[in-house]
Structure formats: C-alpha cells, structure tokens
C-alpha cells in the first residue's frame, strides 16, 4: 500500500465504475450496502454472493482500476472464504474485505450494538484458509473490525486486530459508527504501523481529510456516495415527469443518451465491427456531388475544387470513396466541374458538370441520375462521415432514407447555410424502433420546428429510382432549377406525399467548408 493516504469512491456496478475511473480515482469499493441496493434488496446477505460476483465482474470489465470487494463475512466459513477468494482472483478483483461477524450479516448502521461478533479463532480460519487459496501474491485480504460498532471497545478491538495480523490479514479496517473520529483515531494510536489501516468516515464525515492523514492511515474509503447521489437524481427526475407527464422538464438536466452510448463503448463495438465483421456484397452504387470550387477556402481553392484539399495523407474526395469501399460499396460516380482535370483518380467513375459556375447541386444531382438505375447512396463532397452511417442506412428497408443529426444546435453550419428538417417526430419522443419521416426541409425553417440537420447522405433503392428520376426532370423545367440545392428536391417529394424515412444519429460527420474546418478534419480522421 502507498505511504500516503489513498481514496476508494463505492461503485455499484459497471457505469458507476467508469465514472469513477475516468474522474481520476485510483481504486473503487464494491460496496456490498450499494450492491444490494441497487438490486433493491436488504444489505442482509439478500444478494446472493454469486449475484455479487456477476455484478463485480462487469464492474473489472469496464475498468483498469483495482477493485476491493466488500466481501460482508466472507459468504460463510473458511470454505467458502477461500472459495471467493479463487473467484475473485479470476475476475481481476484485487481485495477482498472481510468482516468479524456471523453469516448472514447485517448491516453494521443498522442496531449495531445488538450484533454478534465472531469467534475470533473461527474469523482467523477464514483469513488463513483465504490466503492459503491465493494464487497471486499481490491479492489482499482486509479484515473489518466491529468492535466499536458492538459497543466491545478498544480493547477487544486491538485483540482482535492482533491476532487477525498473526493470522495473515493485509490490512486492518478499523469501523465507527460515532459521529467524531475519536474511536479510530484511539485505535491508530495504539496500532501504530503494525499493518496498514483503512477507515470509512461515512458517520465522521465533518472529520477533516488531513486529520486522517496526519494520523497515518492509509486508505479512506467513501462507501455509499454514488448510490446515494444517483438514488437522490432519479427521485427528483422521476418526480418531475410524473408531475408534468412530460420529459421536458428534465432532458436539459439529465445526460444525454449520447453520453449512455459513450460510458458504454458504443464507438469501440462500431470500430470493432469494421474489423471483424465480413463487408456486405451489395451492388449499392453512389454519388459524390463535388462539382463547386468552394470560394470559403480562399486560395486552397486557386487550382483545384474543395473535394481535392488535402487531409493528413488523402484529400477529402479520397476519404470519401474510402469508406464507401469499405463498406462494399466500389461502383463511385463523381460529378465533377471546378478544375475537373484535377480529379483524375482511376478507379472513380466521372460525370461532368461544365455549368459549374451557373449551378448548384441538384443539376449536378440530375446529371448523375440519366448514368444509374440501381441502388444508390448520394453525398456531398466535402461532407466526411463514419462508416457506420452507411451501416444505419442499411439497416433501414425503406425506399427513401436520410440521415440527421440531431445536434444540430451545436453544428458548425449553426451560423451558415444548413440543411434543416422537420419530422413527424423529433428525437426527443421518439421510441426505440419508432418510424420517422421527413415533413419538410429547408435552410429557413423556424428555431421552434427544427428537429436536426440533414448531413447531406440520402439512400435511394431501385423501386423508388425511377419515380425521383421522373420528379428531379419535372423540376428541371422549372426556371429557378439552376440555383436549387438537394433540400429542394427533399420538399418537393414532401410536398407530394413520399414518404421519406428519417434516420437520427449524433455527430460522426462533418462539413468541410472553411479554414477552420479544415483543422476540424484532421482531428476528426
């Protein structure tokens, strides 16, 4: 143990352990009251030791942090200490605690004087026969001492330290249910430095932390703080939907799901899945709009289009194809027009747009549709994206299907040009499996009835092909078709009644359109 006093924080289970962690603690008590309670069951052995081994392991699965597990008696006598002690050591547990009471426990808070110690002979049986099980050499075994929560005294507490030290216990847990330090700090006194010593100020709290320090003791743990401050959140979250029967009033205070998802390692399992999972033989074919120079990149821009900038060792257009192909999806079509003879890569398949300069991008868009007939994905070419957007639009069967983002607030497009829409619903009430559909789209919507951002990615399927084909000729005829963008095309297919599947997600893409996003890019690749 280290010279200095160290800090556990309780946690409970798997995300309480990964808060703790990544705020910086250096180990975590698996506290055996919080345990129980957030199963919702007495902290009276009601949890049985297995159900406490299954929580623990996710716990170790979900950190690299050391773990000590409030062990209560040990589960039993010396067989089923050294017992735990081997499953313990498979699941990466670093320390077990251990307290002098009878099996099954109850809590020391909870009528501590009425309780009944252990024989002290039969407690060191438990300490011996877990050591004894150990395999690794840096496992501990702490040993809790009730003596004061008994009412025993600092005598019995001092005979018992004594002989559960002979017997091989790693450290001492000296417990108080006084509201002032004076009981541990008796016992530190008199223990000296025999072995190290561990407290647990839940009663003393006032007791200043340099108290504890100056006094030599070695790890101060707090116990029950995590569940009890997320048992105090959800009474109050819970109060304020039942009261307004609306979750309005509590979504900007809790955290957002995107959060969950992060805790959770979702964008590990999606990278996981690049690797592992076999690519999807699809005969998708896709567009890439990348005709414009892009005048916001100043002389970037001189002698090749936006879609050629460079990023680390690619340029945009190449990032691109890249994960389209690593999606399966190798038939790429650019429409090219700014500086076209700068896009030259072979394997690209090149549609010409010489109105560039007149144009926008649905009469690029229009110019591609005449070359396909098959199953489609369209984006913009100066829009990045991860790979697993493409995997969402698979995962949807509908035959007109985009994809939003749902923090759109905080988009870099916030204060320039976007693609807003409007939904039947907005992510906020949305139920898991629920289907949504665009109702309108636009750059001027109204704050009120925004509900995301187009990120430019739309998927059209051979069956509906034709009828967009047929509705993109109809608005060529039209006399502003020339400065029409892709939202345009979103309305007007709104307008008469096509269904338009949305797809929400949160961030993982981005505009490329100035400078500064330019910087943005290379930290998001």
Same mark, same amino acid.
């Given at each position: ?98 307290? $002098? ?200 821009? $001189? ?48 549609? $010409? ?163 500064? $996003? ?8």
């Amino acid at each position: 143990m280290s010279s200095n006093l160290e800090f556990l924080l309780e946690s409970h289970n798997g995300i309480s352990a990964k808060i703790a962690e990544e705020v910086g603690f250096k180990g975590l008590w698996a506290s055996g009251l919080a345990i129980s309670a957030q199963y919702g069951v007495r902290d009276s052995n009601e949890a049985s030791w297995t159900q406490v081994l299954e929580n623990i392991e996710f716990m170790s699965d979900a950190i690299n942090i050391p773990i000590m597990l409030d062990g209560d008696t040990g589960y039993g006598n010396f067989n089923n200490v050294r017992r735990l002690v081997k499953k313990l050591e498979q699941r990466d547990i670093a320390a077990v605690c251990i307290e $002098d009471k009878l099996y099954p426990k109850t809590n020391s808070f909870i009528d501590g004087d009425k309780q009944e110690l252990a024989d002290i002979d039969e407690f060191c049986s438990r300490i011996k026969a877990g050591k004894d099980a150990q395999i690794d050499d840096d496992f501990s075994i702490i040993t809790r001492i009730e003596a004061f929560i008994a009412g025993w005294g600092l005598s019995e507490a001092l005979r018992r330290a004594e002989a559960y030290h002979r017997a091989g216990s790693d450290a001492i847990l000296i417990h108080s249910a006084k509201s002032d330090p004076s009981e541990i700090l008796a016992f530190k006194k008199e223990w000296g430095n025999t072995s190290p010593v561990i407290v647990v100020p839940t009663k003393y709290y006032t007791t200043p932390t340099q108290v504890l320090d100056e006094a030599g003791f070695s790890i101060a743990i707090w116990a029950n703080h995590m569940i009890r401050s997320s048992i105090k959140a959800m009474q109050e979250s819970a109060k304020q939907i039942y009261e307004s029967s609306s979750i309005l009033t509590v979504e900007g205070e809790i955290a957002p799901v995107k959060e969950v998802f992060r805790l959770q390692g979702v964008s590990e399992l999606k990278e996981a899945e690049e690797n592992y999972l076999p690519k999807k033989e699809i005969a998708t074919e896709a567009i890439i709009l990348a005709a414009s120079r892009g005048e916001a990149m100043g002389s970037l821009t $001189d002698n090749q289009p936006k879609a050629m900038i460079p990023l680390k060792d690619k340029s945009i257009l190449e990032h691109i194809s890249d994960t389209y192909r690593n999606h399966g999806i190798n038939k790429i079509h650019v429409v090219r027009g700014y500086k076209k003879e700068s896009i030259n890569f072979p394997e690209l398949n090149y549609i $010409d747009n010489d109105d560039h300069e007149t144009t926008s991008e649905l009469s690029s868009f229009h110019k591609a549709i005449d070359q396909i007939s098959g199953d489609i994905v369209c984006s913009f070419g100066d829009v990045l994206f991860k790979p697993y957007l493409l995997q969402l639009l698979d995962e949807c069967e509908d035959d007109l299907v985009i994809v939003v983002d749902t923090q759109w607030k905080d988009s870099v497009n916030r204060d320039r040009a976007a693609d807003y829409v409007n939904c039947s619903q907005p992510h906020s009430r949305a139920n898991y499996g629920d289907s949504i559909f665009l109702e309108s789209a636009g750059e001027n919507l109204g704050e009120d009835s925004i509900h995301g951002e187009w990120m430019g990615i739309i998927k059209i399927s051979s069956a509906i092909f034709p009828t967009v084909r047929k509705e993109v000729e109809s608005l060529s005829k039209l006399e502003n078709f020339d400065s029409m963008k892709m939202h345009h095309l979103l309305e007007h297919l709104c307008r008469l009644k096509q269904p338009i599947r949305v797809v929400y997600t949160t961030g993982n893409w981005l505009d490329v359109d100035t400078l500064e $996003d330019v910087i943005r890019a290379n930290n998001f690749l």
